[in-house]
């Protein structure tokens, strides 16, 4: 699987910046190096110690001109990232320089980067497995500390200590079952299904509490999609406005301001939340404010939490009744607003119709109930944890593979307790071996990895 083609891409991002890097990586790197830098002071690069440095120009000498001053720096495989020779060009940041640069390192001998072909590299080389692979676009792609946190602990490793924990344990499962085949007394082929029924259950517990905690690993890694719903000004944009410490949102008292979905995202708590401020649901002819009402219904059925805003001083009305159905069966929060003013709200029927959900009194123009708001939403987020050092599951492709190895070993568990031959429960927890194999790239195909790094970015 790995090849031996030198390797050169940018790996900082367009536009200006202070400096500019391009990034080759293969056994050519420094021969390619020495063709296109010339020395300040004349050294050759190809006498260069790992780890270190040299200041010059970046030169096309067939045309004698002078294309850059950089630094180069020089990193001996196997101790480095890809565990290939690396050769880095440190330019003027912007975007033709190092365009230039990276056009004359591919003219001498290098090849462009695949999308993720360096990390890519690294995996294959055997540096980092599959999953903490994964972490380092988790960590790229990170919103906030939290985010950031939990994709480094993924990046050292963590999550694959726990999975190859989990699959060593398997090991054992299969290797008991092999030797009760071989060793078929009838007395001990009891007393070893009774210990691999206590194993794999233990396992199927470690199991769940991993697939349990992926629905708040992936907000985490990816953001609660929130959406803001309620009437004609009843405090929405003014709520969006707060939550992020900007008038982002157009407030005034006539109704249907807000036409179209605004987006935004903010950081509660080390918690990414996509909010999402919509037009006020009501019977209308205009026609923009009524595609910003159909839009409002089709963003209630994308959300993971819906906050709806209610008016303490207005009656329930029509609108609200409606709105009140279209977000029956999702994970809500109830906000009363405007409790600065006399109430006409009917609170008994709003505590009946959602008993098992927060509600909030709040004056959003007085920012009374904002903490409590952002209180709520973490705790639905952790559902009551308190975020440690446990290992979250932040991947989907993770979890969907967690569950589908975890239904192996509740098959296999049925299988002892059935009765039947104990060799016969072996397909099952080997299936479920496979499987878990996959996360850390023990046992994934090539298609698999190959739509993995596609999604990440060239040159790292």
Not at 140 to 147: L, N, V
Not at 159 to 183: G, M, T
Not at 281 to 300: F, M, N, P, Q, S
């Amino acid at each position: 699987m790995i090849n031996e083609d030198t390797i050169a891409a940018i790996s900082t991002s367009a536009g200006e910046g202070g400096i500019g890097i391009v990034r080759i990586s293969g056994s050519k790197a420094l021969e390619i190096l020495d063709k296109v830098f010339v020395s300040h002071r004349g050294k050759s690069v190809l006498n260069m110690k790992s780890y270190s440095m040299m200041y010059g120009y970046i030169k096309d000498k067939q045309k004698d001109e002078i294309i850059d001053e950089v630094i180069v720096s020089y990193m001996k495989a196997p101790n480095t990232y890809t565990r290939e020779d690396i050769v880095e060009i440190n330019c003027h940041g912007g975007v033709i320089a190092v365009k230039r640069i990276l056009s004359l390192v591919l003219s001498n001998g290098a090849r462009l980067a695949d999308p993720g072909e360096f990390t890519k590299r690294a995996f294959l080389n055997g540096r980092i497995d599959l999953s903490q692979a994964e972490a380092v676009i988790d960590i790229i792609r990170s919103k906030t500390d939290e985010s950031m946190r939990l994709a480094i602990n993924q990046a050292q490793g963590k999550l694959s200590v726990k999975i190859r924990n989990i699959n060593d344990r398997l090991l054992n499962i299969l290797a008991h079952i092999e030797a009760s085949v071989d060793f078929p007394e009838d007395d001990i082929e009891k007393i070893i299904t009774n210990k691999l029924i206590r194993d794999a259950t233990e396992i199927e517990k470690e199991m769940d509490v991993l697939i349990r905690n992926a629905d708040t690993g992936k907000i985490i890694r990816e953001g609660l999609n929130t959406i803001i719903v309620g009437k004609p000004n009843v405090g929405k944009s003014s709520l969006l406005n707060i939550l992020l410490q900007e008038k982002r949102a157009i407030v005034t008292e006539i109704p249907g301001t807000t036409r179209d979905i605004i987006e935004e995202y903010i950081n509660i708590k080390g918690i990414p939340i996509k909010i999402i401020d919509t037009a006020g649901i009501r019977e209308t002819k205009d026609l923009v404010e009524k595609i910003g009402v159909e839009k409002t219904k089709e963003y209630i059925d994308r959300a993971d939490l819906v906050i709806f805003m209610l008016d303490a001083s207005k009656i329930i009305e029509k609108e609200d009744l409606i709105i009140m159905d279209l977000i029956s069966d999702k994970q809500k929060i109830i906000v009363i607003n405007k409790i600065d003013a006399p109430s006409n709200l009917d609170i008994s029927l709003i505590k009946e119709k959602f008993k098992d959900s927060p509600i909030i009194f709040a004056s959003v123009k007085e920012e009374k109930g904002i903490d409590e708001i952002k209180n709520n939403i973490v705790e639905l987020v952790y559902k009551g944890k308190v975020l440690g050092t446990d290992v979250y599951v932040t991947n989907i492709r993770h979890q969907e593979i967690l569950k589908k190895a975890k239904e192996s070993v509740k098959n296999g568990i049925e299988t002892l307790k059935s009765g039947l031959p104990i060799d016969c429960a072996s397909i099952d927890f080997k299936d479920a071996y496979l499987k878990l194999g996959e996360i850390t790239g023990d046992t994934v195909s090539d298609d698999v990895i190959d739509r993995i790094f596609s999604n990440f970015c060239i040159g790292k």
